[in-house]
């Protein structure tokens, strides 16, 4: 089984109310070869939420309780990102999932490259909360535009 970020597949979950459909990712969900996860809003955040990024660190620092997630108001949603990672950890081993595929850049979900912590839309190498707790269980997790490059679904 594969999971996927729900966004995505279309479903409305990112911070905005918005999606990031691929129609790749979208056929995948039709066709019922993936699962969806969401991992800030398992976490407990609602749709829309205010942006957030890693501050001073990656998904391994707010983890191990040397970074945070914050708002771009400055409000800490740390707990929320760690507590989705760990849902999302959870039904990835329930349904026996042997690949992960999640949005490139996010706070949650970003593979290898994750915004900077300061909302100028700039990259730093790291990965999101998610990526990163899913990894460190010997998942194999993927970024989106790896995955469609691989396939030549760019």
Known sequence: MILVSA???????????RNNEHPFFA???DRGDVITVCPEVLGGLPIPRKPAEIIQ???SDVLAGTAQVI???GEDLTKFFVKGAQRSLELAQEHQVDLV?????????GVGKIYDGTFTHQIREGHGVTAALLKENGLSVVSDLEYLKERGQE
Not at 7 to 17: E, H, I, P, Q, V
Not at 101 to 109: F, H, R, T
């Open 57 to 59: 660190g990656t998904g």
């Open 101 to 109: 595929i999640l949005k490139s850049n996010s706070p949650s979900c």
């Open 7 to 17: 966004c995505l597949c279309g479903l409305n979950c990112k911070y905005d109310g």
């Open 71 to 73: 708002a771009h108001d």
């Open 27 to 29: 056929e995948m969900l």
